[in-house]
Every structure is written in structure tokens, then in C-alpha cells.
């Protein structure tokens, strides 16, 4: 919601064809995945960087990005193996069940099939802030202003 608020071209975009929606979200979680790390124990010394982890040890795993933020979705790519586009891995792995469903694509999916009829266009309404943890990425706070579309 808040690419489509920052970016309406690709709002209308969506709207004239609804078709991309799968495409869109896949992309989306591809550009900035909810899951930004996760924990795990060693279940044995294990080596790394000079430096070993002894058995028991809980660490961190961070999900390094190629940027610092993720880039605006500006262009929708069709997953497909003949153009070497593979559906995004960001959610391959249950982090936590309430994480998985939080951000299940097909949820996505299914909100945009519903409000591109209905809604001409999403608009910020104000701050929007993200959660403070270091394994998930989301949103806290989001205010949006949702326009009808005339005549719905």
C-alpha cells in the first residue's frame, strides 16, 4: 500500500490491468522482504571467520539486501523460467506462523483483486513509520486516504 500511495502510476497501472496484480506483489516482497533476518542455536562448535561459535550459541542471521533501502518498484516482471524470473524466496521459509501469514502473497493478492474496482486512487495521510526489530520488516504505522472510484 504504501509503494502504490509513493508511486499512483503504478497504482493506475495496476487498475487498467488487473493482471499484474501476482506479478506486483511478487515483485514487492522481492524489493523489500518482510523477513530481515532470523535466529538460530548451534547445535554443534561451529567455525567461522576465525572465530567459533560454540555449541548452544544463539545467533543471529541477517538477510543482507544489495541496498540500504529497497529501490521503487518501477517496473512489474512476470516470474517465469524462460526469462530466468523466479517467484520471489523472500517467504519460502516460516519464520513464525503469525509472521507467514502476516505477509502471505496471496493475501496480497486477494486485497488488491477487491480494491482496484473500488478505489481510484491510495494516498498518504499523514507519517508512516516502521517496526523497530531486527527481523522483521513492516509497517507500524500507515494513515492512507482511499478515493473512491466514482459511482462504487
Not at 99 to 123: K, T
Amino acid at each position: 500500500m504504501l509503494t502504490l500511495a509513493q508511486q499512483p502510476e503504478l497504482y493506475a497501472r495496476l487498475r487498467a490491468h488487473p493482471e499484474l496484480i501476482a506479478a506486483a506483489v511478487e515483485e514487492q516482497l522481492r524489493m523489500g522482504s518482510p523477513v530481515q533476518g532470523f535466529y538460530r542455536t548451534a547445535t554443534r562448535d561451529y567455525p567461522v571467520g576465525g572465530v567459533t561459535i560454540p555449541a548452544g550459541a544463539r545467533v543471529t542471521a541477517v538477510v543482507r539486501r544489495r541496498q540500504p533501502r529497497p529501490a521503487p518498484l518501477r517496473k512489474i516482471r512476470t516470474p517465469s523460467t524462460s526469462t530466468g524470473i523466479r517467484p520471489t524466496t523472500s517467504l519460502r521459509r516460516r519464520v513464525s506462523t503469525t509472521a507467514w501469514r502476516a505477509a502471505d502473497p496471496a493475501g496480497g493478492r486477494s486485497v488488491f483483486s477487491q480494491l482496484l474496482p473500488r478505489v481510484e486512487e491510495i494516498r498518504l495521510a499523514g507519517d508512516y513509520r516502521y517496526l523497530d526489530n531486527p527481523t522483521m520488516r513492516g509497517l507500524e504505522h500507515l494513515p492512507l486516504e482511499l478515493i473512491p472510484t466514482k459511482g462504487a
